[in-house]
């Protein structure tokens, strides 16, 4: 069975730009989670999604945004890109929202890079 | 908010030796704790988890127990292998308010296992 999977694995822009990352969850899995892994350090928690729904949201700017579509996938935008954003971007994948307690699983993630 | 320390930042061992890397949390309302290991290039890969009603599971070589009331939880590898070689990464998340989705993880355990 596929992963998490994520795309693209590797993304270089610079200052100012915008970006769009792309995550499809495990089949059956309907929740959706962005992590931002800045090196050295733990995942930082970014966006739930729920049903198309922001359900959690961390402790971000408002330049990031994200959305769930009807088939579980899901985008993360970032605009107006610093050099501080340089990070692994990660998508978890979850069955519910979690109040059971389901496990989240992680894809390979984007690698970012602000030139 | 949630705050998690881990413990150590480094861990070397002999292969055959045990490993046990420890995490404490201030939220006592979280009630789900996963560990996830990490390989260069790759995300976050669960490899055990527990929950609050539970104080100790195990895994062939990996254990994980808990301590509510000290709040605190702990990754225990026995008979390590080069293969365990890692970044190990501790979680926690509380299943109320309003990012019931959120892990706030731990700032990681760089693990060597040396021949």
């Known amino acids: 069975d596929a992963g998490v999977t994520q795309s693209p694995t590797h993304l270089i822009k610079t200052r100012g730009q915008h970006v769009t990352l792309r995550c499809s969850p495990i089949s059956g899995h309907k929740s959706v989670s962005w992590y931002q892994q800045v090196l050295g350090q733990g995942p930082q928690f970014i966006f739930q999604?729920?049903?198309?729904?922001?359900?959690g949201r961390g402790n971000f700017p408002d330049r990031f945004s994200a959305r769930q579509f009807p088939n579980y996938s899901s985008e993360l935008n970032v605009n107006a890109l610093l050099l501080g954003d340089s990070a692994l971007y990660l998508c978890?994948?979850?069955?519910?929202?979690?109040?059971?307690?389901?496990?989240?699983?992680f894809g390979d993630g984007t690698r970012l890079s602000i030139l | 908010g949630e705050n998690v320390e881990q413990h150590p930042s480094t861990l070397s061992v002999q292969e055959g030796d045990s490993a046990v890397i420890k995490c404490t949390y201030s939220d006592s309302a979280s009630n789900y704790f996963p560990w996830y290991k990490q390989e260069l290039g790759k995300g976050p890969q669960l490899i055990i988890d527990?929950?609050?009603?539970?104080g100790e599971k195990k895994d062939q070589r990996i254990a994980v127990t808990l301590n509510k009331t000290a709040k605190h939880f702990s990754l225990h590898i026995t008979e390590t292998q080069p293969e365990d070689s890692a970044v190990y990464f501790c979680?926690?998340?509380?299943?109320?308010?309003?990012?019931?989705?959120?892990?706030?993880f731990g700032q990681g355990t760089i693990l060597t296992v040396h021949p």
């Open positions: 999604y729920y049903e198309k729904e922001e359900r």
């Open positions: 527990i929950r609050s009603n539970v």
């Open positions: 978890a994948s979850s069955l519910s929202p979690n109040r059971s307690n389901q496990p989240q699983h």
């Open positions: 979680a926690a998340r509380n299943a109320g308010g309003t990012s019931y989705g959120k892990l706030t």
